[in-house]
């Protein structure tokens, strides 16, 4: 009997999500008398009975791609057990059409509330396994999630471009990078790009010290600054809020982004012209990098090689650089915030980078 799979992409699309697709479904048809289901739209399709036996050759020249083939949705973790106003009991539906498509297994891709679903389904009984992907590289347990690499050299595109814009017009650049919780995307790109200050949501800043950093720089006849900010960055008295009451404030914020914010606030410290740039979804966009290509099919690989060992709840993971795997109900939802100590905070600080403490 052949060993039918589901797959599903879930969250935030990134780069890589169809070279991991198409990873799992190589070495699935390869090792496995296997038959692919494609769950259309995350968790969504699950729910609502959306899917289709793939063929083959639907796996082929998705190497490059971006984006998803089989589509997605953010369908958040929160709402899995709370019955809206459809009527629909999400887990029993979910489970039904795991039943109804003769699942042997569901491969998940996604963030950290992709995990928490797909280890909500393993506890309720289902083989799954998940495959961690985003942009944030926020997932606890891997190394580096795919996707990761390549929003990396976006970034470090657009920082590049700023600087010679910067320099030229002497002005400071406030560079709006993605990741709301956490700041790795921000830290490699920033130092990748050569920033001067890079503001993290795990290291509030001092508006006035971020200022000093441009006076500073003037004085040494540098008269263009490149300041790289995180989206969910915040100033030491946003952190000391309540996340409710700083959200709301945000909201009602004449500057809804943190770029805007700050250069508003830097410009009552400085006469230097300050501009924003947010390069936004651009950074989950187009071709995956070869770094990621790479990562994504070992990732599709190794959960072949699971589904073949019928080793089920885990979410395959990057160790010490070595492929392996986590318990989904070790890492589901377990966050990887930037850890101020880190390493490479502390390089770029030798560097007289300043993250604005
Ligand atoms: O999690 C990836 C991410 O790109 C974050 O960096 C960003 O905050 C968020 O998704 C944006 O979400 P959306 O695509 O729903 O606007």
């Known amino acids: 009997m052949a060993t039918r799979i589901g797959i599903l992409t879930s969250g935030g699309d990134c780069p890589g999500l169809n ?5 799992v479904a190589r070495a699935a048809y390869q090792t496995l008398d296997a038959e692919i289901i494609g769950i259309r739209a995350g968790y969504r399709g699950l729910i609502d009975g959306d899917y289709q036996l793939m063929q083959q050759s639907q796996f082929s020249g998705i190497l490059t791609m971006g984006g998803t083939i089989l589509g997605t949705s953010r369908t958040p973790f929160r709402n899995m057990r709370v019955v809206e106003e459809d009527n629909v009991d999400k887990v029993h539906a979910m489970k039904m059409n795991y039943r109804a498509m003769k699942l042997d297994c569901l491969v998940t891709l996604g963030g950290n509330g992709t995990h928490k679903t797909a280890n909500l389904l393993s506890r309720e009984g ?4 998940g495959l961690p992907k985003t942009i944030d590289n926020d997932i606890f347990g891997t190394d580096f999630t795919f996707g990761f690499h390549t929003a990396v050299d976006i970034a470090t595109d657009v920082i590049d471009r700023i600087h010679t814009t910067a320099a030229s017009h002497n002005r400071v650049m406030v ?3 993605m990741g709301n919780k956490a700041g790795w995307l921000t830290l490699y790109a920033g130092i990748a790009g050569g920033a001067d200050v890079i503001l993290l949501p795990e290291i509030p800043y001092d508006i006035e010290k971020v200022a000093r950093v441009i006076e500073e720089r003037a004085k040494l006849n540098k008269n263009f600054t490149i300041i790289a900010v995180a989206e969910g960055a915040m100033s030491l008295e946003e952190a000391a809020m309540r996340k ?12 809804y982004h943190v770029s805007q914010r ?5 410009q009552q410290h400085t006469a230097a012209e300050i501009r924003t740039v947010i390069p936004g979804h651009m950074q989950r966009g187009g ?3 070869a770094y990621d290509r790479v990562l994504s099919t070992q990732f599709g690989v190794h959960a072949a090689h699971l589904i073949k060992e019928g080793r089920f709840s885990l979410s395959v993971a990057l160790k010490g650089g070595a492929i392996g795997e986590n318990k989904l109900e070790d890492i589901a939802g377990v966050p990887k915030p930037v850890d101020p100590e880190d390493q490479l905070v502390k390089s770029a600080r030798d560097m007289n980078v300043s993250f604005g403490d």
């Open 19 to 23: 070279a991991a697709i198409r990873g």
């Open 126 to 129: 289902l083989n799954v396994i």
């Open 175 to 177: 560079i709006e990078i």
């Open 244 to 255: 409710k009451d700083r959200e709301a404030m945000w909201k009602e914020d004449e500057f």
């Open 262 to 266: 700050i250069a508003a606030r830097l």
């Open 287 to 289: 071709s995956p990098c």
